[in-house]
């Protein structure tokens, strides 16, 4: 059973599956929590977000990044060898044309943090 474990864990590393960063929405004004998941594969600057509000309420979304802290090729300056960290932004639907924006920061395909706001005025803390 290890071995069959081992197995799917490098064929999955290999062809670059989904990995999903599990973490949460902290209201700033009541302290209440709620999950968020980010779903997104090696080597791609965009993916899908979903969130289960402390109240219930369901939202799924997209999410983009872009380079922020890179290494670049000295001979060819255009050329990045390694991205060290990458800004971004999701964009949650949630019900009742109730819209959640997040801007955060990352390790490239890891952990970020950030701060969102949502068009009825209520401002969370993003950890992921």
Known sequence: ML???????AI??????????????????????????F????????GTVEAVLA??????????TI????TRNWENYDDIEAEESQLGVAV?????????????SRA?????SGRCLDNQGQKYTLNF
């Open 108 to 112: 490239q395909q890891g952990n970020g």
């Open 67 to 70: 380079p922020d802290q890179v």
């Open 3 to 9: 071995r069959l474990s081992m197995l799917l864990c």
């Open 55 to 64: 109240n219930g309420e369901q939202c799924q979304g997209q999410f983009n």
């Open 92 to 104: 949650l639907q949630c019900a009742d044309h109730h819209v959640v924006k997040c801007d955060f």
């Open 12 to 37: 999955t590393t290999f062809v670059g599956c989904a990995v999903d960063h599990q973490g949460y929405l902290l209201k700033t004004e009541t302290g209440q929590q709620s999950r968020v998941v």
């Open 39 to 46: 779903h997104d594969k090696p080597n791609r600057n965009h």
